[in-house]
C-alpha cells in the first residue's frame, strides 16, 4: 500500500458517494436543471406510505367461456333454422354445454357437416340416446377456450386500463398477473370504493325486446317461455320512497351491445335538471339502431345492464340518426361514472376481488414521519455509542455509518426501488448492524495491539482477519434477504430490497472506506498509538 | 471503554447443562402454548378477513363500536386498540372478506356513520385477503423460510463442515420457535411482516453464530492438541466482546423503532427485539455445544487422523 493507493482509493470512493448524491438530488428538492429532471426520479414510495389502493382482481374466465357458447348457440340455432336440419330442444345445460336432439342419422351428417364448415369451435363432447332420439352434447374445444381466456384476460387488462385512465390517478400500475389475475395499483388514490365500483363494473349494456305476448305473471310463476327470460329492474315506489325489484319478460336474443357505441356523455335534462346519459352508436351501431327501431315500433326496448333492466320505454318511431338515452334517477357522479365505463368498454367477463389493500394518506404521512424519526434517533443512539466505546475509531465508524445512509438511499433511488414502511425498518436495522463489521474490525485490531504489534501491522492484520468473517456473517443474512425477496410482496419485498442494498453498501463502507481513513492517518506518520 | 475485559475466560461452556435445561424450558412453553391456543395466531394474510383501522376523533370504546356493527351483522368482529390510548385509534377484524365490488369497509363505514357522525371518524386503512390470496401467502411464508434454512445449510457446510451447518441450523430453529411462543404467549398476530422479522432473525442469529464459528475454526488450525471443548471455550470467550458490542448496537436501533415507529411497525419491531435478544444466547449457548455434542458421536476428519 502506498500514498498513491490511498489517493486511488480516496478518489473511488469520492466518485461512488458522489453518484449516490447525484440520484438523490430529486427526492431533496425539485428545482433541478434538466439533467436530473431526464435521468432520475424521486424515491419511489410504497403505497403504505404514500397512501393508495392495492387491488387484485380475478377475471372469471369461466364466464366469458359461457357467454361465448351462450353467442355460438343462437347461431347454431339460426343457421340450423336455415338449412332446414330438423332438431329440438336445443338448450343450454351446465353453462358451457349446449345440447340438441336429432331425429336420424340423416340430420346427424347433415348436422355435423355444419359443425365442421361454420363452428369449427364447436366439438362434440358426447351423445346418448334419449327416448330414441340422439341427444348431442356440444362443447367449445380446448384450444378455443385457452384463447378465449386468454383474450378475455388481455381485453380486461385494456378496459380497465381506459377506465383508469380516465379517473385520473396518476402513476398508476396495471399488470397482469399469473394466468387470469390483475394486479392494480393506484397511489394517492382518495375515494378508493369509487375506484373499485369504477374498475371491477362489468358494464355489459345490452339492448333486447320485451316479450309483450306472453304473460309475465305465469312466467314469473314458473313458466317461461322458450327464447325468453325474466330480469329485474329496481324502481323507486314514489309513496315509500322504497326501492322495488319489478321482473320484465324479455326475450333472450340481444339486438345490439354496448360495443356497437362510439361514444357516451353525461347530460343535464332540460325538463327536471336531472343528469341522463347520451349514447352515441357507430356507424353499423346506428344502421342497426336504425334498423330495430324500424322493425319495433310501438314495442317496447329493454335497456340492460350487467343483467339488471335500466329502463324499458316503448319506441315510439325509427330512430335513424344513431342517438339514444338510459334516463334512470342517477346522481352526477353516477353519470358521469356509467359513462365513463360505457366509453371504455365492457369488461369480457365478470371480475372478483382477491385482495384489497388500502391506506389513507394521513397514516402514509404518519409512517412516513415516524420512520424518519427512528432512522434519526436510532442513528443518533448508534454514533454515541460507537464514539463512547471505542473513542477516534469510533468516529471512523460513524463516517462510515453517516456514508453508509447516503449510499443506501442513492441506491434505492438508482435502481427505483420502492420504499416502504418495513424497508425504512430495514434501513434501521441496517444501521445497527453495519457497525458490526466496523467492531469485528476494530475488536481484531484491538487484539493485535495487545499482541504487541505496532499500530501499522495491527490494522493489517486487524482488516485481513476480519475480512472472511465479515463476508461469510454478512452472504449468510444476504441468502435470507433474497429469500424474502423472492416470496415476499408488497412491503415486504421492500424490506428484503433495503435490507439487501443495506447490507452490501454496510461492508462497502466497512472495508473499503474506513480502511482509507485510517492509512491516510497511520500511513506517513509514525504513530505510536491508535485511538481505539 | 471495554464492556469485556480481555482475556476473559468465562466457562460457558461447562454452563451447557443449565443452558440447555433453559432452553428446553422456553422451547416447551413455547410448543404448550401454540398447542393451547390451536397454532399461532394468524393474521388476515394468512387467515384471509377484512381488517380496518379507524381513528376517531373523541374519546371511544370498543363496546360501543361493537354495538354500532351490530346493525350489519358484524358484532362478532373482534375490535381492539390500536396504539396508544391517546390516539383512539381502533382495529377492527373479521374473517368475512367480500369479493364482491360493495366491500365489508364500506357497510361498516355507513354504519359507524350512523352511530358516530361522518366528521368523528376517519378510515385510516383498509385490508381484504380473500382466501385464495390467504392460502397462496401462507404457502409462501412456509416454502421461504424452508428455502432460506436449506440455502443456508448448503451455505454453511461448503464454507465450515456439516457438524457447523447442524448447529447453525439448531440455533435457528431454538430461535423461530421461542420467537413464535412469545408471541403465542402474548396474543400477537402472524403477518406478513412478522415472517419477514423471522427470516431477518434468522439471518442476524446465524451472523453471530459464523462469527462464533469462524474464530473457532482458526483456533483448532493452531492446537491441534487441545481438547475440542477448552478450544470452543476461548474462541466464544475471544469473540464475546464483539457479540456483546453488536447486540448491543442492534438492540439501540430497535429500541428506537419499538418506541418510536408508530403502531403499525411495532409488532414487527417486538419480533426483531425478542429475536435478537434470543439469537445472541443462541450463538453461544446452542450452536456451539451442538459441534460439541456432535463431535463426541462422530469426531471430525481431524480427530480421527490424529
Known sequence: ?532 | MEIIRPGINIDLVGKMKIAFVASLVAIILSVLSLLLHGGPNLGIDFAGGTQVQIKFSQETTAEGIRDSLQTIGLGNSIIQRFGYHANNEFLIKTEKSSSALEGLSNKMAEALEVSYGKENFEIRRVEVVGPKVGKDLRQKGLLAMLYAVIGILIYVTWRFELRYAVGAIAALIHDVVITVGVFSLLGKEFTLPIIAALLTIIGYSLNDTIVVYDRIRENIKGARKQPLPEVVNSSINQVLSRTVLTSVTTLLVVLALFFLGGAVIHDFAFALLVGILVGTYSSVFVASPTVLVWETISPSKEKRKQ
Open chain 1, 1 to 532: 500500500m502506498s500514498e498513491k493507493n490511498i489517493k486511488a482509493r480516496a478518489i473511488v470512493t469520492f466518485v461512488i458517494v458522489a453518484a449516490a448524491l447525484f440520484f438523490l438530488m430529486p427526492s431533496i428538492t425539485q428545482n433541478l436543471p434538466s439533467i436530473w429532471k431526464d435521468n432520475t426520479d424521486k424515491i419511489h414510495l410504497g403505497l403504505d406510505l404514500q397512501g393508495g389502493m392495492h387491488l387484485v382482481l380475478e377475471v372469471e374466465t369461466g364466464k366469458a367461456i359461457e357467454s361465448s357458447m351462450e353467442r355460438i348457440s343462437n347461431d347454431l340455432k339460426e343457421v340450423l333454422m336455415e338449412r332446414r336440419i330438423r332438431f329440438r330442444h336445443l338448450d343450454r345445460e351446465e353453462g358451457i354445454f349446449t345440447t340438441l336432439e336429432l331425429a336420424s342419422r340423416e340430420e346427424h351428417a347433415q348436422f355435423e357437416k355444419v359443425l365442421k364448415n361454420e363452428f369449427p369451435s364447436l366439438e362434440i363432447k358426447s351423445t346418448e340416446i334419449v327416448d330414441g332420439r340422439e341427444k348431442v352434447w356440444l362443447k367449445i374445444n380446448d384450444k378455443q377456450i385457452e384463447a378465449i381466456e386468454k383474450f378475455a384476460v388481455e381485453q380486461s387488462l385494456e378496459t380497465i386500463r381506459n377506465r383508469v385512465d380516465e379517473f385520473g390517478v396518476s402513476e398508476p400500475e396495471i399488470i397482469p398477473q399469473g394466468k387470469d389475475r390483475i394486479l392494480i395499483q393506484l397511489p394517492g388514490i382518495k375515494d378508493p370504493q369509487r375506484a373499485i365500483n369504477l374498475i371491477g363494473k362489468t358494464a355489459l349494456l345490452e339492448f333486447k325486446l320485451l316479450d309483450e305476448e306472453h304473460s309475465l305473471d305465469e312466467a314469473v310463476a314458473g313458466k317461461v317461455p322458450d327464447g325468453d327470460i325474466i330480469a329485474y329492474g329496481y324502481k323507486i315506489e314514489s309513496q315509500t320512497g322504497r326501492r322495488v325489484k319489478i321482473p320484465y319478460l324479455i326475450k333472450r336474443k340481444t339486438l345490439l351491445t354496448g360495443e356497437a357505441l362510439e361514444d357516451a356523455k353525461v347530460t343535464i335534462s332540460n325538463r327536471f335538471g336531472e343528469p341522463y346519459v347520451s349514447l352515441k352508436f357507430d356507424s353499423q351501431g346506428a344502421r342497426d339502431f336504425d334498423r330495430i327501431t324500424a322493425q319495433n315500433v310501438k314495442k317496447r326496448l329493454a335497456i340492460v345492464l350487467d343483467g339488471v333492466v335500466h329502463s324499458a320505454p316503448v319506441i315510439q318511431e325509427r330512430i335513424s340518426g344513431g342517438n339514444a338515452q338510459i334516463t334512470g334517477s342517477f346522481t352526477m357522479e353516477e353519470a358521469h361514472d356509467l359513462a365513463i365505463v360505457l366509453r371504455a368498454g365492457a369488461l369480457p367477463a365478470p371480475v372478483r376481488i382477491l385482495e384489497q389493500r388500502t391506506v389513507g394518506p394521513s397514516l402514509g404521512q404518519d409512517s412516513i414521519d415516524k420512520g424518519i424519526l427512528s432512522i434519526i434517533v436510532g442513528s443518533i443512539l448508534v454514533i454515541l455509542f460507537m464514539v463512547l466505546y471505542y473513542n477516534l475509531s469510533g468516529i471512523v465508524a460513524d463516517i462510515a455509518l453517516f456514508l453508509n445512509i447516503i449510499l443506501i438511499m442513492g441506491a434505492l433511488a438508482a435502481f427505483r426501488a420502492t420504499l416502504t414502511l418495513p424497508g425504512i425498518a430495514g434501513i434501521v436495522l441496517t444501521i445497527g448492524m453495519a457497525v458490526d463489521a466496523n467492531v469485528l474490525i476494530f475488536e481484531r485490531i484491538r487484539e493485535e495491539l495487545r499482541l504487541g504489534k505496532s499500530p501499522r501491522a495491527s490494522i493489517a492484520g486487524g482488516y485481513s482477519k476480519a475480512l472472511s468473517t465479515i463476508v461469510d456473517a454478512n452472504v449468510t443474512t444476504l441468502i435470507a434477504a433474497l429469500v424474502l425477496f423472492q416470496f415476499g410482496t408488497g412491503p415486504v419485498k421492500g424490506f428484503a430490497v433495503t435490507l439487501s442494498i443495506g447490507i452490501v453498501c454496510s461492508m462497502f463502507t466497512a472495508i473499503f472506506v474506513t480502511r482509507i481513513l485510517y492509512d491516510y492517518f497511520v500511513w506517513d506518520r509514525n504513530i505510536k498509538k491508535i485511538s481505539i
